[in-house]
């Protein structure tokens, strides 16, 4: 349906056919709602960009502002922190989260059993599940508050609604980039590679003498995922946007559509940064916290920050394979409805 439509590419890149471009490329959609006009007026619950579409026809879709909690639109990597009245990040024994165990991707997936530990960085909010099973994003309902999703009928809950179905299990690569130079984060193949696996990068190693040194390592496949319905975006998703899938530098990502100030959306956020899935690493010999990649407002990809700090968040999910497109042009004014 979507073939031949302008800023999708002709051939896949990036293990997908994607949408680039600098300007407004015909990629909206809406999901949560079938009504076109209710998507345009609640366009924080209901508007998504299509970054690309796979070789078995699933769409790869990316919520187009940030998470909203209340008022809230900024939220902490992993906020277990303020330990012994201390504001710093404390990891047990030395070794800090990956994103699969990241209280952000428990949080957006509906896991976080309403932990209280943190404080949802700035927020000071609890906890408390950000987009499944949350209350503003009703319509991505579970099935199970609890566990989030699989063991309604069991337990004789609610069955899941008809979007959460929509959206297929996804096997979410996760590891460091440390020590990963601009050229390299810049450029949709290399960091795509990288990120799927497939090519060496560098984070520092604890060894056994308890000497800490910089090490190459490739994300193992086999081991370095975690299966679940959404996720943050990759290094890569941000480069490949960009025409050619090279961006060069942070003005030319900042100036492709899927950069999050791009629209002017989320300019009236207080937050500058926007969350990616991919840590930064453990980022000197001498410290064992591990930090975690960034976009800003002018696009700089090479960036950190600390876990706990409180920034923005824009899922990203891949539907089923049978979902298909029934009305809508692409654009913001006539943005996609799906069936």
């Known amino acids: 349906q979507l073939e031949g439509k302008e800023g999708l590419t002709t051939d896949p890149v990036g293990g997908m056919y994607r949408y680039q471009g600098t300007d407004n ?15 345009k007026n609640e366009y924080d619950k209901y508007m998504y960009r299509i970054i690309g579409i796979t070789q ?8 187009e502002t940030f998470l909203k909690e209340g008022s809230v639109t900024g939220f902490a990597w992993n906020h277990d922190y303020l330990i012994s009245g201390n504001a710093g990040y404390v990891c047990p024994d030395g070794i800090c989260p990956e994103w699969n165990e990241a209280l952000l991707f428990k949080r957006i997936n509906g896991k976080s059993n309403g932990t209280s530990a943190g404080t949802g960085g700035s927020s000071g909010e609890a906890d408390t599940d950000i987009f499944v099973d949350s209350t ?24 899941a609604s008809e979007w959460y179905n929509l959206i297929d299990n996804h096997d979410w690569y996760y590891g460091d980039t440390i020590e990963t130079r601009s050229s390299k984060l810049y450029n949709g193949d290399t960091m795509y590679a990288i990120e799927t696996g497939n090519a060496p990068t560098y984070h520092y190693e604890k060894g056994e003498d308890g000497t800490v040194s910089s090490q190459p390592t490739t994300w193992n496949k086999e081991e370095d995922y975690v299966t679940a319905k959404i996720s943050l975006m990759y290094i890569h998703d941000m480069d490949y946007a960009y025409p050619g899938g090279n961006p060069n530098n942070y003005t030319n990502v900042a100036n492709s559509w ?14 500058d940064y926007e969350w990616l899935s991919t840590r930064w690493g453990i980022n000197s010999p001498n410290d064992a ?20 700090a409180a920034h923005g968040a824009r899922p990203v999910f891949y539907l089923t394979s049978e979902v ?14 799906l069936k």
């Not at 026809?57 to 990316?62: A, E, G, K, S, T």
């Not at 899927?258 to 937050?271: A, C, L, P, Q």
């Not at 916290?289 to 706990?308: A, E, Q, V, W």
């Not at 298909?324 to 409805?337: A, C, F, L, M, W």
């Open 324 to 337: 298909r497109i029934t009305e809508g042009e692409g654009t913001q004014s006539s943005p996609y409805v």
């Open 136 to 159: 503003y994003y009703d319509y991505l309902k579970s099935g199970d508050t609890v566990n989030g999703g699989g063991t309604a009928e069991k337990n004789g809950e609610e069955a």
């Open 258 to 271: 899927i950069h999050f100030r791009k629209d002017g959306y989320n300019k009236f956020s207080n937050f």
């Open 289 to 308: 916290g591990t930090s975690s990649r960034t976009i800003n407002d002018y696009g700089s990809l090479n960036s950190n920050s600390i876990p706990y």
């Open 25 to 39: 490329v015909a990629n909206w959609i809406c999901f949560g709602t079938k009504d076109q006009n209710q998507c």
């Open 56 to 63: 078995g026809n699933q769409l790869y879709l990316l919520k």
